[in-house]
């Protein structure tokens, strides 16, 4: 298997990997407005949406704008490249009007294209939808590294997330997913990484590419109400004209895809607008990622078994063509089940909250009894900690003599600040549920010089501190427990 994505991988490497210069950025409320080139005015209805949008923030005072800026060359380079690959050069698609990419703040993966009344383009894309790109890219690389020797990891990477996505339907609903590419390395693979995730961004702006160059309906002969056969035919021209030009690679758009189908078809309720009266896949026909996905392998095949002499069709091609297929027939989940309570999903019967009463009450009575958290759950064979289901997914429980109890969230730089400030508040919730009125007393969030936010219970000299950090964009969320001495 590795052998497979490397190889495909490989082969968009064929590529140089491009950086692009904006002519100029501007934060904008909650819109990141990058101007590729042209200079007519912003349209007004844009900048109203724009200071309409709220711009979320990082416990540390981080702007959303500061957290993503690192992707301002990528989606530039990735815009031109995807007009190269249509039609030979920056413009050639937009007709030399000005173009803009705004990158929105917003946690739901859209992208799209429209045009102005002054002739310029705006092509929007959300920072949910670079999360997503950026989490499925990780997570198809450590697919790779997984098979290094021993045989894949059997509790991360790509494989691991869609088996338990899928597994994962007719279960009570939460907004948080197990997150994959724990193990990932992102800054060690950099140039890995980066590669691979430019080709789904490429992807991306080709369809949007096709919607300009082609029409809204890119050519589509089928009936107008047909939204899926609209957007498959600019999946499939977009996907064309970068692999006229060697820029297509399909590894990481199919992975982009059928994640992006696992984790909408498990958490539809939750996604479907308030009040709706049809399912999110019903109110989205377009948003059917897995036809998608299959749209894509096929016309992989078309291309390659035509004689292309681009690295999409490569030594190779034929094996990572059956990886994808797999990948495509792979089971999607069934959707969660809201529950009756829309209030925090931890409740008394959580995992999280018995193991946080566990050590509360251990960190009163003193060391000795923690032992009793590694016997306690039956997952504890895990060689270092209990692994439990918490918000965030990453969370484990361990124990460990100079810490007496610890409960460890990981959040992938790229992934997100907000993510992890929402998760420490709920496990803030959890603890003050798991105290109750046990004599524990809760002091004021801390906010130290070293981007460490923390609260503090207190009971006698014991106390528990929950943490969360931000080493360079790394957010960690932790639980210290300090027992009675
Ligand atoms: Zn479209």
Same mark, same amino acid.
């Not at 494989?159 to 197990?178: D, F, H, I, Q």
């Not at 199919?254 to 984790?263: C, D, E, H, P, S």
């Given at each position: 298997?590795?052998?497979? /994505? ?6 968009? $490497? ?66 031109? +490249? ?6 030979? $050069? ?8 000005? #173009? ?75 907004? !948080? ?25 490429? &992807? ?7 919607? #300009? ?42 992975? &982009?895809? /059928? ?24 109110? &989205? ?29 490569? +030594? ?30 931890? !409740? ?15 960190? #009163? ?24 289901? #918490? ?26 600040? /907000? ?67």
């Amino acid at each position: 298997m590795r052998a497979v /994505i490397i190889t495909a991988l490989a082969l968009a $490497l064929g590529t140089p990997l491009r950086t692009g210069s904006a002519q100029a950025t501007e934060v904008i409320g909650g819109c990141v407005v990058i101007t590729l080139r042209g200079g007519s005015s912003l349209d007004e209805r844009v900048r109203v949406e724009c200071q309409n949008t709220p711009a979320a923030r990082a416990p540390n005072g981080q702007s959303f704008d500061q957290l993503y800026a690192w992707a301002v060359p990528f989606l530039a380079a990735a815009f031109d +490249d995807a007009e190269r690959g249509h039609c030979g $050069l920056p413009g050639c698609a937009t007709n030399g009007r000005t #173009v803009r990419v705004v990158l929105l703040s917003n946690g739901s993966a859209n992208a799209f294209v429209g045009r102005q009344p002054n002739g310029g383009f705006v092509v929007g894309i959300t920072t949910g939808l670079l999360d997503f790109t950026e989490a499925t890219s990780r997570a198809l690389l450590q697919d790779a590294m997984n098979d290094r020797g021993g045989g894949p990891n059997s509790a991360d990477g790509l494989a691991w997330w869609l088996s338990t996505t899928s597994a994962s339907g007719g279960r009570r609903c939460s907004p !948080n997913l197990p997150s994959p590419a724990r193990g990932f390395d992102s800054r060690t693979h950099f140039q890995l990484l980066r590669t691979t995730a430019q080709t789904v961004y490429w &992807f991306i702006f080709a369809h949007e590419v096709a919607h #300009v160059r082609l029409g809204s309906r890119c050519g589509f002969a089928g009936a107008a109400s047909d939204v899926l056969g609209i957007e498959r035919e600019c999946d499939r021209r977009g996907f064309e004209a970068l692999a006229s030009r060697g820029y297509a690679n399909a590894m990481a758009p199919v992975a &982009f895809l /059928i994640a992006m189908r696992n984790y909408e078809a498990l958490t539809g309720p939750l996604l479907a607008l308030p009040g709706a009266t049809v399912s999110w896949a019903e109110a &989205f026909p377009a948003r059917d990622w897995g036809a998608r996905a299959r749209s894509i392998v096929d016309t992989w095949r078309t291309i390659c078994q035509q004689g292309n002499a681009t690295p999409l069709c490569a +030594d190779g091609w034929r094996g990572a063509a059956q990886w994808a297929d797999r990948m495509v027939r792979s089971p999607a989940p069934s959707a969660c089940v809201m529950g009756g309570d829309p209030a925090p999903p931890l !409740n008394a019967h959580d995992p999280l909250v018995a193991a946080i009463r566990t050590m509360a009450e251990t960190a #009163v009575r003193g060391a000795a009894a923690l032992e009793a958290l590694r016997v306690r759950d039956p997952q504890s064979d895990l060689r270092d900690g209990i692994s439990v289901n #918490v918000p965030g997914g990453d969370c484990s429980i361990s124990r460990r003599a100079s810490l007496r109890g610890r409960v460890l969230c990981v959040f992938a730089r790229d992934r997100n600040a /907000i993510e992890a400030t929402r998760v420490y508040d709920e496990v803030a919730r959890s603890i003050a549920a798991a105290l109750g009125t046990a004599g524990w007393v809760a002091e004021d969030d801390e906010l130290d010089a070293g981007d460490v936010r923390s609260r503090t219970w207190r009971k006698g000299d014991a106390y528990l501190r929950l943490r969360h950090s931000n080493d360079e964009g790394e957010h960690d969320v932790d639980l210290f427990v300090r027992a009675a001495q």
